[in-house]
Structures are given as C-alpha cells and as structure tokens.
C-alpha cells in the first residue's frame, strides 16, 4: 500500500494537481483501488436544522443575514421533525445524516441540548450522524460524542491566504482550533472546501496542504463546487469547468488515501459523465436529497438511476469506523460549562463582500 503522508508541500500537490489528465486519473484511481471498494459510495443526506439569519460574513453563504438572498430562515427545528427526517433519509438508502445550523458557534443552553437529543435519536436509528454547527469548544465536541455522533464538518474552505478574501468574522486558525477541540473526543473529522470562488490553484493546494498536513488526517474530506446565490459577494461568479473538479478530486484521493472524499455541492450543474469522472478519480460519497442545505441537489431517484448506471452501491453505515454508544443526558460525565469562548474577530474590509451588504441595505 502507498504510505499516507503528513509532509506534503505546496509545491507537490501542485505537480500531482496539474500532471496530464490520463496520468493523474490513473495516479488516482490504482490508490484509490489500494485503500476503497471502487463500486462503493457512502450516501449522506443533509438536513438544515436551523436554517438563516447567520452572523457571518462568508462570501459564498446564502445563510449569512447581511446579504439579500431569497432563503426562508427557520428557527431550530423539534427532535420529532428531525427524527421523520432521518426516517425518509434511511428509507432512500442514506447512511448518514448531517444536520447543518447557520450558527457562529455553538452556544451552551437549551438549543444545544436539543441537538444533544437530536444525535442521540438518530444514533439509535442505527445511522451515522454528522453535525456542522460552527465553532465548537473541547467540551462541546466531549457532550456531541457522547451523544453518540460520528462526524463533525467544519470546512477549513480555501487556503490560509485565500480565506481572508472570503470571510472577515473569523481566522482561518479558529477553523483548525475547532478541528482540534473535535480531534480530542472519538468524533471523526469531515473537513474540506469550496472551489470555484475566485481562488487560485495555488490556493486549492494550499488547502490540501493544510488538511493533509492534519495527523491524522480528516476521516471525510467535502470537495465542493461553489453554488453561486443570488445576493450573495459570489453571485456573478462563472460556474468551475468540471476539469478543476476532477483534478481536485484526484489530488485529493492521491494526497489523502484513507479518507472519504466526498463530491459535495454543484452536482447538479455536472452531467453523469463528469461525476463518473470523478467517482474513477476517487470520489466516494455524495450529498443525496433534492436539497443540500438551501440551494438544489439532484433527486434522489436520479443518483440512483446514476448508481446503477455505473454499478455503484451505497455504502453501509459503520463501515469505515464502528458506531458510538449513546449516553442519555441523565448519565453523562460532560456538564455544561456555558464557556464563552474568544473565537477571533478580526473585521478586515473585503470590498465584494461590503458591497453586496450595500446592495442588500437599498433592496430592503
Ligand atoms: N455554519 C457552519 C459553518 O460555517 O461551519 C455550518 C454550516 S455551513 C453552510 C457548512 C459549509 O457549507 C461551509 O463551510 C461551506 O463549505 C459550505 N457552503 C456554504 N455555502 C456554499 C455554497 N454557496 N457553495 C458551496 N458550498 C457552500
Ligand atoms: C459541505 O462541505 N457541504 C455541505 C455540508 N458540508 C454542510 C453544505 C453545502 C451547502 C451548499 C449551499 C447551500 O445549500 O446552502
Ligand atoms: Fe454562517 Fe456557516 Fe454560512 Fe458562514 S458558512 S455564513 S458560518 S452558515
């Protein structure tokens, strides 16, 4: 087996990321074959559980409140509408939930309790359970393991350099300080980005430096296309050529063997032949569902007309890593601290970003 690597530079990932086509194809599917099932593919189905109205300024959000898009916000959705959810998603053949919140970070109190329950129910429905809630502290990560969850997203999104174009609420090191704090509780890490929003290769290797620079590294790795929205600091910008997708894809599964790399946002906008491209470059798990947290995502019946097209099967849940036991809330070892943590704030001006929170002040 080829060895995973922590010492990748920029410098490699860029050669593997612009070797010809047919090499890095072939580079990227024999490792993948080393490590994967080929005819395999982990089917997750997300669910926004709290949906709008998000304090943050990231460029490419739909959710964040100060730009004007046509999303309806929700508050914090009941652990019975969650729990029908997660039926629906099981019986369409998902073996992962992620349940999305528009929020900066996670605040202890009753909210938070709630999504406890969440994890512990859909736990018990014997699927696994994935949360992106934002910033995170150790012992929230702690109580989220406990509950019984067995993955955290926090996407690092771009390179260190290119993030501060995107968003100016938070540091590209409060990313990783989260993806630390989970790192210390039995939760797997999914942590990955976005392309097509301006950035640079350099900056798309960047990004793969910091994530497989990780030890060890993410157990799930989201390559997304940029959905551009409406309203959004993004919204002019021209969809990624379907090119870029399959080599990041490839570079992605060459540099990070083990992980599951997951071909995430922007399905709709690529045709069969574009994500068998990818499947044979490595991808190994989708977004299912007719919605991703806001914006459109193929009909399930689609994928999984497309599975079986290309001899595809879904992926049972706990294949890779075994399911956590649930804790009830009355006998957990982590209480609430109600930290109030310094996640960082540094408020640079980023000009597109400024004039969409213009653009929407004079549309309201
Ligand atoms: N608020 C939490 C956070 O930011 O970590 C969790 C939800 S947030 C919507 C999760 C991820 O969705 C982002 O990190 C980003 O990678 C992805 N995302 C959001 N809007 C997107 C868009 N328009 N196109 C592609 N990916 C997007
Ligand atoms: C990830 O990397 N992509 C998903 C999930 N993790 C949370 C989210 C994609 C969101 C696309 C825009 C939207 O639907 O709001
Ligand atoms: Fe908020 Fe997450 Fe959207 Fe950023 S990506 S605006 S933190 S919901």
Redesign the pocket.
């Known amino acids: 087996m080829s060895e995973t690597r922590h010492n990748w530079t920029k410098q490699e990932i860029l050669d593997v990321y612009n070797k010809p086509l047919m090499d890095l194809l072939y580079e990227a599917a024999t490792i993948h074959r080393e490590y994967h099932d080929p005819n395999t593919v982990q089917v997750s189905t997300l669910l926004s559980i709290k949906t709008g109205g998000?304090p943050?300024d990231?460029g490419?959000?739909?959710?964040a409140a100060r730009y004007h898009t046509d999303i309806e916000g929700n508050d914090l959705m009941s652990v019975q509408q969650v729990k029908a959810q997660a039926l629906r998603a099981k019986s369409s053949g998902s073996s992962r939930v992620c349940m999305?919140?528009?929020?900066r970070n996670v605040k202890d109190g009753p909210e938070f309790d709630n999504v406890l329950e969440m994890v512990r129910t859909i736990n018990k429905l014997d699927m696994e359970v994935c949360c992106?809630?934002?910033m995170i502290t150790e012992n929230q990560a702690q109580r989220l393991a406990e509950a019984g969850l067995y993955a955290y997203?926090?996407?690092l999104?771009t390179s260190e350099d290119y993030y501060k174009d995107v968003i100016s609420t938070r540091a590209f090191k409060d990313r990783l300080d989260t993806i630390d704090n989970v790192r210390k509780s039995n939760v797997t890490v999914c942590s990955g980005?976005?392309i097509g929003m301006g950035e640079k290769v350099e900056d798309r290797a960047g990004m793969l430096v910091a994530l497989s620079t990780l030890d060890p590294q993410p157990e799930s790795v989201p390559i997304?296309a940029?959905?551009a929205?409406e309203g959004t600091p993004m919204e002019e910008i021209e969809p990624v050529p379907i090119w870029d997708m399959i080599r990041m894809v490839a570079t992605t599964r060459i540099i990070m063997p083990q992980t599951q790399v997951r071909l995430s946002?922007?399905r709709t906008d690529m045709s069969r032949e574009g994500q068998a491209m990818c499947f044979f470059a490595g991808a190994n798990s989708i977004f299912a569902g007719d919605k991703l947290?806001t914006?459109p995502n193929p009909d399930v019946n689609e994928d999984m007309a497309m599975f079986k097209l290309l001899g595809l099967n879904p992926q049972k849940p706990f294949t890779k890593v075994s399911q956590p036991k649930t804790v009830e809330a009355k006998d957990s070892k982590f209480s609430s601290l109600g930290e109030k943590p310094k996640w960082t704030r540094p408020e640079h001006k980023i000009e597109r970003n400024e004039a969409a929170k213009v653009k929407a002040k004079l549309a309201e």
């Open positions: 998000c943050e990231c490419y959000c739909p959710q999305g919140a528009a929020w992106t809630l934002g997203n926090h996407n999104d980005g976005i997304n940029l959905v929205v946002a922007g947290l914006t």
